[in-house]
């Protein structure tokens, strides 16, 4: 088989990297916190909007790479949406057909983001992504992406450019360059298995704690390990938690878990978009409240350091939901008992949990 054009396609995402600027290491600003530094990795900056451009960009390479993809292969994945955005941009640069398939009740808008890059979407009940992607793969002589199994092998974990590698890189010049803790959320997984084991690659101390929203498997499976196990209710926020037990989360390498509440995780984006001054998505408001208890128990054992975790998307995809009074008091509840935690928590450097 010549290979000319997957020569091709390899030089024109390569091509399309070197002109790309990497993401910034936001630091929060809390004065109450005087030997805790607290920063957030704006993924929301990539040209799709999310981390999941790193993710497409990896799945593409490792397609080629393998010999799945040929000049024409028609590209399916099974996405509710960020992926599916950031894959038809790559299909696009390499003028590639792109299909996804996506549960029937997807927001309009992200279907309008997928077809703006030029993609399809086959809108088919919620349960049935997986099958009818593999389903349509064969028909179309196409290739199933599934991001949910490749996710967590596709990117290098060693080093060459990944997250891990950027962030602590960006860290060099500041007062605690090894982080204590690093906090990141699942969805495929994915970000947590490369970050963890770049960490005990590169022998550093950093622990890793992933922090699960309510309605996900993923919790109960680290400390059970079940892969059998599911969750009959999807996740209320965007991008993470699971029904089901996803090939891409390796839980080895996590050090540590928590579950964070909806009414937090909202709380929380909410409150961090006061302090920035614009709106971020709700599995930033999961990580970031992750990194404010752990930056409390610090405080109180009179430990320094700092944390990091990542700042996955914007607000402005979620305006209709998260950034709507009525959609949140119907869909999540009160928020009230967290953003009085978090206003205290501003003012002492001490986050108590509401009474439940
Ligand atoms: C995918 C995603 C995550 C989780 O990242 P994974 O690497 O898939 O675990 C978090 N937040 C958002 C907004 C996402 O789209």
Redesign the pocket.
Known sequence: MPRSWVNWAIAQIEADFQRSADTHLIKLDLPALPQIDIYLKD?STHPTG???HR?ARSLFLYALSNGWIQQGTPVIEASS???AISEAYFARLLGLPFIAVIPKSTAQKKIDQIEFYGGRCHLVAPSEIYTESARLAKEMNGHYMD?FTY?ERATDWRGNNNIADSIFNQMQRERFPEPSYIV???????????IGRYLRYQQHNTQLCVVDPDNSVFFDFYHQRDPALTSACASN????GRPRV?P??IPDVVDEMRQIPDTASIATMQWLSGILGRKV????G??LYGVLQLASEMQARGESGSLIT?L??SGERYLDSYYCDQWVSDRIGDLQPYQSALQHFQQTGELKEPAQ
């Open positions: 993924e999310s981390l999941k993710l949406g960020s992926t991001q996710a990141m959320s699942p969805g495929t997984g994915g970000t947590s298995a490369t926020i965007e991008g993470i996803e891409s989360f998505g709700a599995s930033t999961t990580n990542l996955c998307d």
